[in-house]
């Protein structure tokens, strides 16, 4: 049986307003060793450095930086839930 498409949504939103934040605890939980009948991630970014530095930031409680590097400032990655579709995150950031 095919998988469906991932399903795409971006969060975008005025700056200053908790996206990076909001992306740093999302990735930090989701790389957190969880089961797997939680929620998982499928397909990463070939390169993760940004996302795992805002993560450490966030845990640590400090400045996090706030664009990521490269030609698209896009991050994505996919990710998958029991029961449910795959949903892939796009983050203009």
Known sequence: ???????RIALVGL????KTTYIAA?????R????????RVTRVPDDTTYLNAIAKAWSERKDMPRNSPGAT???????EVPNRDPLT?????
């Open 73 to 79: 400032d896009r991050v994505e990655f996919t990710i």
């Open 15 to 18: 700056p200053a307003t908790g």
């Open 1 to 7: 049986m095919t998988r469906p498409a991932p399903f």
């Open 89 to 93: 995150v796009v983050i203009p950031d």
């Open 26 to 30: 999302l990735w930090a939980y989701l």
């Open 32 to 39: 957190s060793g969880l089961s797997e009948t939680k929620y």
